[in-house]
C-alpha cells in the first residue's frame, strides 16, 4: 500500500495545475486500486476539507460529495473508516466541522465518555462537552 498526502487528493480533485494535476490523476486511477489501495487518514481528510473550504470556496455540501466518495473508494483504505463514516453523517447535520466528529468518533471508539471542547458549535453535541 502507498499513503496518499492532501496535495494529492486536492490536485486530482481540483484539477487547478495542469502539471501536477496530470500526475495525481495517473497516481489515482492507474497506481492504486481495490487490490492495491491507497492510505488516506484522518489528518489527510481533516487537510482537505480544510483546504477545499478556505483555499478553493468549496461549500458544505461539496464537501460532503467529496468526502462520501472518498469513504466510498474501494481504491481508498482508510483506517478508522467506520467513525469516518459516524462523523460524516454528524457533519452533514450539525453545526460543528467535519474535523471535529471525527476526533470525537474516534476518542468515543477509544472508550471517552466525552470529549472537552472551547468550540460552542461542537459543545452543543452529546459527544462534547462544552468548557466554559
Request: aromatic share 10%; net charge negative; with cysteine.
Amino acid at each position: 500500500m502507498t499513503g496518499i498526502d492532501t496535495n494529492v487528493i486536492i490536485r486530482y480533485i481540483v484539477q487547478d495545475d495542469p502539471e501536477q494535476s496530470l500526475l495525481a490523476t495517473q497516481f489515482m486511477e492507474k497506481e492504486i486500486s481495490a487490490a492495491e489501495p491507497g492510505v488516506v487518514n484522518a489528518v489527510v481528510l481533516f487537510e482537505v476539507v480544510w483546504v477545499l473550504r478556505g483555499a478553493y470556496g468549496y461549500t458544505k455540501p461539496d464537501i460532503v460529495r467529496v468526502l462520501e466518495a472518498l469513504l466510498s473508494a474501494a481504491e481508498i483504505d482508510l483506517p478508522r473508516s467506520e467513525a469516518a463514516w459516524k462523523a460524516l453523517y454528524l457533519f452533514k447535520r450539525g453545526a460543528a466541522d467535519f474535523s471535529d466528529y471525527f476526533l470525537a468518533e474516534i476518542n468515543a471508539d477509544h472508550g471517552c465518555e466525552t470529549t472537552v471542547t472551547f468550540d460552542k458549535k461542537a459543545g452543543n453535541h452529546s459527544l462534547f462537552t462544552l468548557l466554559d
